[in-house]
């Protein structure tokens, strides 16, 4: 274990214990009265129609596969960032090439109207 | 002495999750249960001295290919699986469960596991710099051309609809 | 940490009842910190919201309606939480647990002075990323184990949103790390020592400026603040994922939303301000007392006022204008000041270049004095009006 990550763990656990504790105290106080229209899902009065899990457009989809791919390009970013002095002028075209091709694929996702919503 | 229980606290987290992924009726909990997994395997990478990695593994899986598995799930709306399981398939299963237990088994005993340098960390700069030296460059390169075509994949699939 | 170490070393206590402490007191400082904050905030918000509507705010609880968010925070913690009857209990419990816990962790890598930081991870940046991308996963949760339309739909708005204003951050913060190259947050502050005409803002100016702005936008949109709140718009989605919350567990979301505007805010005022130093050398230290931790919130808190001045300055965005900004404009503009600033980079020898130092700040200083003239100039405005209408 990386001794710089211990006060990560220690602030884990304190947050953990700070939001069970806070939650078991507001449940002790404020005792539960629970009752069917209380506990019905709340529509504007209205009673609900059928489940909530319905079916979503798939627009959603195809944002987070773009952003996945742009997180997978993020993170080759960073390391590459530390070093691309170093590197020179070999780095920046490496990175260059790589970032060009997904700028070609991003374009190509920008004119067929992805981010169109 | 503290790394060891910290080990198997996050392997026991590793394992329970990943059993409550394969075992759970509603893909939703098993998806759930799968963000459990990846962050405490992200622990696992912490503990093993690469703190990139382990933050790799949460940015990219926890964060964001487990959002895209909700998306599919909120898409498809797979509600609670209804067949019976079938034992032909159950079978066959068992039987490469078994082969993948020999096969883990079989190259724990061969590599060394027990004798992991202490206090070792992987240094992020040395990491990028190996990364990006010219040795890797055509697989760094063919990523990019990976990543392309996924990206092109997915417009094409969802492009009915646009 | 090794900050409280030393304090507590001087007490004679034994060794490791020192390191136990000094492990856990600077965590439940934090910890008070980030959960007694958001009734600063909210009271702040308040105030200022009626300030800009032309309303006097909260006054009947205490001195200027003071006590106002106090009373909030104890009627939430007596009040009832109401668990929907279809509601997935197990995951409606733990989601607001996630979202704050989330939105805690990240605050451990912020430098508040030299010396007083809960980590100095060598991967900080990156740290930042991973913990805030967790949250997005707790607000699906949210919103899915609520079972109720408006809070599933607001999640999944509320997520599609997050992913998509991530990359321009994500990429802005790249920008950053390439200038200074390292992703320690201290590392990033020591490369800005000098006084205010060495802030990273002002280098290559102005291309850092528009960074800047970049990385604010997109953190707005992270943390579902106006113009980017259309994941919990009132006046559609009733109040997004967390309809169905009530009590203490919707004072949890809350909290989560303000830490997260906070731990932003202080680590855009990290990047690209300096972080916890002071505008001039001189105001470092007062007889011998480190200031930083008073530079980095106020500079924090400079942000957040500036993030709550929006919120009423601006109408609220269409998703499809939403998705505009983050692909069509927010995005390139990121990819492009990489590719540039890479190459400037690249080419300038290292160091801070002289003209940035001479030309950039009196610039963006003349437009912050003409904002601060502006924001008293109202202030008396109002206070004129308020005569008047007593009058």
Same mark, same amino acid.
């Given at each position: ?44 009065? =209205? ?8 079916? $979503? ?31 020179? =002028? ?15 694929? $991003? ?7 992805? $981010?169109?919503? | ?5 910290? !080990?198997?606290?996050?392997?026991? !987290? ?8 394969? *075992? ?24 093993? *001295? ?20 909700? !998306? ?20 066959? *299963? ?31 700069? *040395? ?36 | 940490?090794?900050?409280?170490? +030393? ?20 965590? @439940? ?17 308040? #105030? ?30 007596? #009040? ?35 010396? @007083? ?30 079972? /109720? #339309? ?29 200038? @200074?190259?390292?992703?320690?947050? #201290?590392?990033?502050?020591?490369? +800005? ?14 291309? /850092? ?74 105001? +470092? ?35 499809? +204008? ?13 990819l492009a000041l990489v590719v540039v600033i890479g190459g400037l980079t690249l080419v300038l020898p290292r160091g801070f270049p002289?003209?940035?130092?001479? @030309? ?32």
């Open positions: 274990m990386l001794p710089s990550y211990v006060p990560v763990l220690i602030l884990a656990l304190v947050a953990i214990g700070f939001s069970a504790f806070t939650l078991g105290l507001s449940q002790l106080l404020g005792k539960p009265r629970p009752n069917p229209a209380k506990n019905s899902v709340y529509e504007c009065g =209205v009673p609900p129609i059928g489940t909530a899990r319905e079916r $979503f457009p798939i627009k959603f989809y195809m944002i987070c596969m773009i952003f996945i791919l742009l997180d997978v390009d993020a993170a080759f970013l960073y390391p590459w960032a530390l070093v691309f002095r170093d590197l020179g =002028v070999f780095g920046f075209l490496e990175m260059g090439a790589f970032m060009l091709l997904l700028g070609g694929g $991003f374009t190509y996702a920008w004119k067929v109207g992805a $981010f169109d919503w | 002495m503290i790394d060891v229980i910290l !080990f198997y606290v996050f392997a026991a !987290f590793t394992l329970v999750s990943a059993l409550v992924v394969a *075992g759970q009726r509603n893909p939703t909990y098993s998806a759930f249960s799968l963000i459990v997994t990846f962050c405490s395997l992200s622990a696992i990478y912490g503990l093993l *001295g690469s703190p990139f990695i382990a933050a790799l593994q949460v940015i990219v899986y926890a964060g964001a290919i487990m959002v895209l598995f909700l !998306f599919v799930l909120m898409l498809l709306n797979v509600k609670e699986e209804s067949e019976a399981p079938r034992k032909a398939l159950a079978g066959a *299963g068992g039987v490469l469960v078994l082969l993948f237990v020999v096969q883990v088994a079989s190259a724990l005993l061969k590599a060394d596991v027990f004798h992991a340098p202490p206090g070792y960390e992987a240094s992020t700069v *040395g990491m990028a710099q190996l990364l990006f030296s010219s040795r890797f460059l055509y697989v760094f390169e063919a990523t990019s051309i990976l990543i392309l075509s996924a990206l092109v994949g997915a417009v094409v699939l969802a492009k009915k609809d646009l | 940490m090794d900050l409280t170490a +030393q304090l507590i070393g001087g007490l004679g206590l034994p060794p490791f009842l020192v390191a136990a402490l000094a492990g856990i007191l600077p965590a @439940v400082l934090l910890i008070t910190f980030m959960a007694l904050g958001p009734i600063v905030y909210v009271y702040a918000e308040t #105030k200022i919201a009626g300030f800009m509507q032309d309303r006097i705010g909260p006054k009947r609880v205490g001195p200027h309606g003071m006590l106002q968010t106090v009373a909030d925070a104890v009627k939430l913690l007596f #009040k009832e939480a109401i668990f929907p009857a279809s509601a997935d209990k197990f995951l409606f419990t733990l989601a607001p647990c996630l979202v704050v816990v989330g939105a805690f962790l990240s605050f451990v890598v912020i430098p508040f002075g030299s010396r @007083v930081q809960g980590a100095d991870l060598n991967i900080g940046v990156f740290y930042v990323v991973a913990v805030s991308s967790l949250s997005t996963v707790g607000l699906i949760m949210a919103g899915w184990a609520s079972n /109720n #339309k408006y809070a599933l739909f607001g999640a999944m708005r509320s997520a599609a949103q997050i992913v998509s204003y991530e990359i321009p951050a994500v990429m802005s913060l790249v920008v950053v790390v390439m200038m @200074v190259g390292s992703l320690s947050l #201290k590392d990033i502050v020591e490369a +800005q020592q000098g006084g205010l005409p060495y802030w990273i803002v002002w280098r290559y100016f102005p291309l /850092n400026v528009i960074l800047f702005l970049v990385f604010f936008t997109a953190t707005l949109a992270e943390c579902n603040r106006a113009p980017f709140d259309i994941p919990e718009a009132e006046s559609e989605l009733v109040a997004g994922f967390h309809t169905e919350y009530s009590g203490f567990f919707f004072a949890m979301f809350f909290m989560a939303e303000y830490t997260e505007m906070v731990v932003l805010s202080a680590v855009a005022s990290v990047l690209f301000f300096g972080g916890p130093l002071a505008p001039h050398m001189a105001l +470092q230290t007062i007889g011998g007392v480190g200031l930083g931790p008073f530079w980095l919130i106020a500079k924090a808190w400079t942000l957040v006022f500036v993030m709550m001045w929006l919120r009423w300055t601006l109408p609220r965005l269409r998703v499809d +204008q939403l998705m505009h900004v983050a692909w069509k404009v927010l995005l390139p503009i990121s002289v003209v940035d130092r001479i @030309v950039g700040w009196p610039i963006v200083l003349g437009i912050f004095a003409m904002l601060v003239v502006g924001v008293l100039r109202a202030v008396q405005w109002s206070r004129r009006r308020i005569q008047e209408m007593a009058a």
